[in-house]
């Protein structure tokens, strides 16, 4: 996966940031996505393009549990989240849906806003293509890399 980075540079962003309540009355990725990270970033779904990567802090997708908060991400085009640490209910829901959630303090400490980035999944490392350096991540395993794999678990069943 290649993309380019959208570096949210704190802590604790939660789900009502992510996707504000005001929102949460359709599933439709396409309408949540219209207003993702809108309260955090006015310009998020101007910027963004399909296959790029969010980079935050610690506890990303704290707050309550909402999958939709997983689907206006990837209905704005995001192909993963690289944070520091993730709300559990945050991370499993990402797994869940197939969506990519990796753990990787360097890369949050050192990619900029618009870096070059490509994912390896299998090898468990995040190439920063625009610094030229490498951030090692623990990869996936068991159900969650078939999870993954398969696209989440609707697709799985």
């Excluded at 996966?1 to 802590?11: D, L």
């Excluded at 945050?90 to 806003?113: L, M, P, Q, T």
């Excluded at 870096?115 to 068991?142: M, S, W």
Aim: proline content about 2%; overall charge negative; hydrophobic content about 40%.
């Amino acid at each position: 996966m290649k993309g380019h980075a959208h570096v949210y540079a704190r802590n604790h962003i939660n789900t009502d940031e992510i996707i504000p309540a005001r929102y949460l009355n359709t599933d439709d990725e396409k309408e949540l996505a219209r207003h993702a990270m809108e309260d955090i970033d006015g310009d998020f779904v101007k910027k963004v393009k399909h296959g790029n990567f969010i980079v935050a802090g610690a506890d990303f997708g704290c707050g309550s549990s909402r999958e939709h908060a997983v689907w206006a991400l990837r209905g704005a085009g995001i192909m993963a989240v690289i944070a520091e640490s993730f709300a559990r209910i945050f991370f499993r829901n990402c797994i869940n849906n197939g969506f990519v959630a990796i753990e990787c303090k360097d890369a949050v400490r050192k990619a900029k806003d618009n870096d070059e980035l490509e994912i390896q999944l299998e090898k468990g490392k995040i190439i920063n293509h625009t610094r030229d350096e490498e951030y090692p991540f623990v990869p996936y395993a068991g159900f969650a890399k078939e999870l993954i794999e398969k696209g989440g678990l609707l697709n799985l069943l």
